[in-house]
C-alpha cells in the first residue's frame, strides 16, 4: 500500500511539474512529459530535436534547453520542499496551514522565507526573551496600546534571566516582536518587490582608489533602481565591490535626496507597522510600538539588501551566461573556408612569426620561423619563404591572427599577394586566436602535433580554425574563445553547463564525417562522448575507414542506445550506403527509400540529390512510427543531401593607409568584422590592433532591445567611425552610415553615440549633473528609470578583462 501511495505522490509531482513547464513554454503538458521522458532516459537534445519530432509534437532544440534547466531548477525546488518539510515536521512545529503555504511555494525565495523561523541555529535575543517569558509582555502590549510599557515591564522583572530592569524587560519584548515581522514571509516578500521596483542601489568610489580605479569611472557616483539594471553594469559594480574599488549600498530612496529618502523610509516603516497592527495615535505605548516597526524594517532591510544583491547578480548572471552563448554559437556556426590549403600566420616581433601551412584536410605540410619585423626586419627574407611554400604547397588562402604584430603581418601577407598574384590567386583573412595558445601548451595538441614546438601549434590552429571554425575551436575550451561577457565573474558550473550545450547543438546541427573527425569534434556528438570518441579514433585506425554507419556497432562499448543518439549526425561520404552521407537516420531508411522509389530514383543518386520532391505528399509515406514531420525532414534531405547551415565563406577587406587609431577620421566608411557582441553593444576589428565599440544605441534607426537582433560575431559588416582617441585607445562606430561624425578629441570620454538621443540613445548628462557622470543614472522623479550614459569606461573595463582587444 505504501509504494502504491508512493508512486501515486511521485506521478501527482511528476504531473504537476509538467504542467507548469508547459505554462511556461507555451506548450501542451503531453508535449512536456514526452520530452522528459526521453530525457530521463537518456536520449540527448540534439537526438530528441532532430528525430523525435512527433513524440514531442516538434520541439525544437531552444524549446528543450529551456525545458531542460527549468526542469533541473523545479526538481531541485521540489527536493529542498521535501527537505523542508521534514524538518519542520521533525520539529513538532509542522501545522496545516504551515504545510499548505510551503507546497505552495513557487520558487526557492519563498521557500527559504517560509522556513526562515524554523532554521536558526543560534540562539537569538528573541529566543532568551521568550524562555525570560517576555512573550506575554509582548503581546500585551500589542493588543492593548492603552498600557504604559515601564508600568506593564515592571510585572516581567528576573534577574535570574538578565532581565533586572523595565529597559530589559522592554528590550526583550521589542526583540521578540522585531524577529516575528521579520520573519513574516508575506511582509518580507512584499517589500522585497517594493524595494527592487522603487529602491536604489547607489555606488560611490572609495576614498583614495579613484586613480587606480579609473575602468570604474562611470560607478564613482552612481544610483540606479535594481529592477532592469542592465547585467553587464550590475556585474562590473560587483567586480569593482570586489577590488576595493567601489562601495555598494542598497537605499529605500536616492540617498542624496534627504526629503525623498525621509519619505520613502516612512512608507516602508508604515507597512511594517500596519503589519503589526500598530497606529501612532498618542496612546501610552504607541511610540514604543513604533519604534518597534522602524527597527523591524530596519533588520528586514539588512536581510533583503543581501537577498537584492544576489537577485541582481543571478539575473546578471543569466543574461552574461545567455550572451556568451549566442556568441559561441555564432563563433562556431561560422562559415568555414574549406577544404583549401591554407598558411597561418601567428604573429609576432622579437620572437617572429610562426608560420605553418595545412593541406585540404587539415594535416601540416610544413612549418617555418620568419623575422619580417623589428629588431630582425628580415623583410624580403621572410617574403621570399612564404612565396616558396605557397608555391610549393599550392595555397590558396592565408590566415593571420589578430594578437601583436597582426596589423604589420597583414601587411607583409598583402605583399605576399602582390608578389604571387599572377600565378596563382590568394586570399588572407586576419582570424581570432583567442584560445589558440591555450591550445598549443595542452595535452591534446601535444597528442594531435607530437612533432611540432609549442609555438608553432598555434600557427596550426590559426590555419585550421579558418577551414572549418567548428571543428577546430571544439578542442579549445569554450572559455578560452574570447566571446564572453564577465564569463570570470558567474557561476563556472552554470555557464559550462550552457556552453556544452551550445557546443553540442552546433556540431550535431553540422554533423561529423566520422572518418576524418578529430576525438574533439567525435566526443561532441549525440551520445559519444569522450571515451567512445576515443574508442571510435582506434578503430577507425586499426581497421581503417567505416564503410557503413552499421559498422559503428563494432566499437567496443558502443551499444544499441549510443547507436541510436549518434548514427544520424555522423556522417560516411564514399561507403557502400549512400544514405550515410546524409543526416536521414538509419531507423528511417525504410521510408528514405520508399521515396525514392517513388520519385523513381536510386540510392545512389543521394550523392548528388534527388532534385524536387514536391510533387510527393508526404502523408503518403507516413506509418506507424514516422510522421509528417519526419518524412518532411528526409525529403529536404534527400533533396539537398548533407546541407551545412553555416552562411557562405566571405572576408573583410580593410582599408589600405588605415593601420592603427591615428589613422582613423571620423567620417571614414570601413568595411570590419564583429569580434564579440555584448548586452550594451558590439566590438568591430577594422584592421587597427585594437576594436570598436557600436554602441546598441547605434546599432539601427529603430529601437534594439538585444544587440544580436542586428549583427553577430563573425559577420562582416560596415560601420562609420564617429570618434577615434589614440591615447585612450577608444574608438567609437556606428552602423548607421548617414550618422554625424564628432571631431577627433584626445583624451575625451567615448560614448558610442552620435546625433541626437533616438529611442534607445541615452542622453549624457551634462555639466550640471551633481557629482560624476553616473549621476544620469538616478531614477527620475516620476518614478520611471532614466536610461544611463553610454558606458564609456565599461567598454575599457570590458576590453581589459578580455571582451575587446
Known sequence: ???????????????????????????????????????????????????????????????????????????????????????????????????????????????????????????????????????????????????????????????????????????????????????????????????????????????????????????????????????????????????????????????????????????????????????????????????????????????????????????????????????????????????????????????????????????????????????ARKWDEALASLARLVDRHGVELVAIGNGTASRETDKLASELIRLVGQQRKLQKLVVSEAGASVYSASALASAELPELDVSLRGAVSIARRLQDPLAELVKIDPKSIGVGQYQHDVTAAKLERSLDAVVEDCVNAVGVDVNTASPSLLARVAGVGPLLSGNIVAYRNANGPFARRSDLKKVPRLGAKAFEQCA??????????????????????????????????????????????????????????????????????????????????????????VEKISDLVPGMILEGTVTNVAAFGAFVDVGVHQDGLVHISAMSDKFVADPHEVVRSGQVVKVKVLEADPERKRISLTLRLDDDAAPRLAGRTLGGKSGAPRENTPARPGPAAARGQARGSRPARSGQRSQPPADTAMAEALRRAGLGK
Not at 96 to 118: Q, S
Not at 173 to 180: G, K, P, S, T
Not at 201 to 209: F, I, Q, S
Not at 269 to 285: D, F, I, W, Y
Request: hydrophobic share 45%; charged share 30%.
Open 1 to 375: 500500500m505504501d509504494r502504491v501511495t508512493d508512486t501515486s505522490a511521485a506521478e501527482a509531482l511528476n504531473a504537476r511539474i509538467h504542467a507548469q513547464l508547459a505554462a511556461e513554454l507555451s506548450v501542451a503538458a503531453w508535449q512536456v512529459k514526452a520530452a522528459v521522458e526521453l530525457l530521463d532516459g537518456g536520449a540527448t537534445v540534439p537526438f530528441i530535436a532532430r528525430y523525435r519530432k512527433e513524440a514531442t509534437g516538434t520541439l525544437d532544440d531552444a524549446q528543450l534547453r529551456e525545458l531542460q534547466e527549468r526542469l533541473r531548477y523545479l526538481r531541485e525546488l521540489e527536493d529542498r520542499r521535501r527537505a523542508i518539510l521534514e524538518s519542520v515536521a521533525g520539529q513538532g512545529k509542522l501545522t496545516a496551514d504551515l504545510e499548505a503555504a510551503i507546497k505552495t511555494a513557487g520558487t526557492k525565495a519563498r521557500l527559504e522565507d517560509i522556513y526562515l523561523p524554523f532554521k536558526s541555529t543560534r540562539r537569538t535575543k528573541a529566543q532568551l526573551a521568550r524562555e525570560a517569558g517576555l512573550e506575554p509582555l509582548a503581546e500585551a502590549l500589542l493588543a492593548d496600546p492603552q498600557l504604559d510599557p515601564e508600568t506593564a515591564a515592571a510585572a516581567y522583572l528576573n534577574p535570574d534571566r538578565k532581565v533586572p530592569d523595565a529597559a530589559a524587560a522592554l528590550a526583550g519584548a521589542r526583540a521578540i516582536l522585531v524577529e516575528r515581522v521579520s520573519q513574516d514571509p508575506d511582509l518580507v516578500s512584499d517589500l522585497r518587490e517594493r524595494l527592487w521596483t522603487k529602491g536604489v542601489l547607489r555606488a560611490r568610489v572609495c576614498e583614495g582608489k579613484e586613480a587606480e580605479g579609473q575602468k570604474f569611472a562611470d560607478y564613482f557616483d552612481f544610483a540606479q533602481v535594481p529592477n532592469g539594471l542592465p547585467s553587464h553594469r550590475v556585474l562590473a559594480l560587483l567586480r569593482g565591490e570586489k577590488e576595493g574599488v567601489l562601495d555598494l549600498g542598497l537605499a529605500e530612496a536616492d540617498p542624496d535626496d534627504a526629503e525623498e529618502l525621509k519619505a520613502a523610509r516612512a512608507g516602508y516603516e508604515n507597512s511594517v507597522a500596519a503589519r503589526l497592527g500598530v497606529a501612532n495615535r498618542g496612546r501610552p505605548a504607541d511610540a514604543w510600538l513604533y519604534q518597534t516597526a522602524q527597527l523591524g524594517w530596519r533588520r528586514i532591510l539588512v536581510k533583503l539588501a543581501i537577498d537584492l544583491r544576489v537577485r541582481l547578480f543571478a539575473e546578471a548572471e543569466d543574461e552574461a551566461v545567455r550572451v556568451f552563448a549566442a556568441n559561441l554559437r555564432d563563433v562556431l556556426l561560422a562559415a568555414p573556408a574549406g577544404n583549401r590549403a591554407t598558411l597561418g600566420l601567428d604573429p609576432g616581433l622579437r620572437t617572429g612569426v610562426k608560420v605553418a601551412v595545412v593541406d585540404g584536410t587539415g594535416k601540416v605540410v610544413a612549418t617555418d620561423t620568419i623575422y619580417p619585423h623589428a629588431p
Open 568 to 657: 544520424g549526425f555522423l556522417r560516411i561520404t564514399g561507403g557502400a550506403e549512400p544514405l550515410d552521407a546524409s543526416s536521414v537516420h538509419p531507423e528511417a531508411y525504410p521510408v528514405a527509400r520508399r521515396i525514392l522509389a517513388a520519385a523513381g530514383a536510386a540510392a545512389a543518386d543521394v550523392r548528388q540529390g534527388v532534385g524536387s520532391l514536391a510533387s510527393l505528399d508526404p502523408q503518403a509515406f507516413v506509418d506507424g512510427t514516422f510522421g509528417v514531420p519526419t518524412v518532411r525532414d528526409i525529403m529536404a534531405e534527400l533533396e539537398k543531401p548533407g546541407r551545412d547551415p553555416r552562411p557562405n565563406f566571405t572576408t573583410a577587406s580593410f582599408s589600405d593607409g
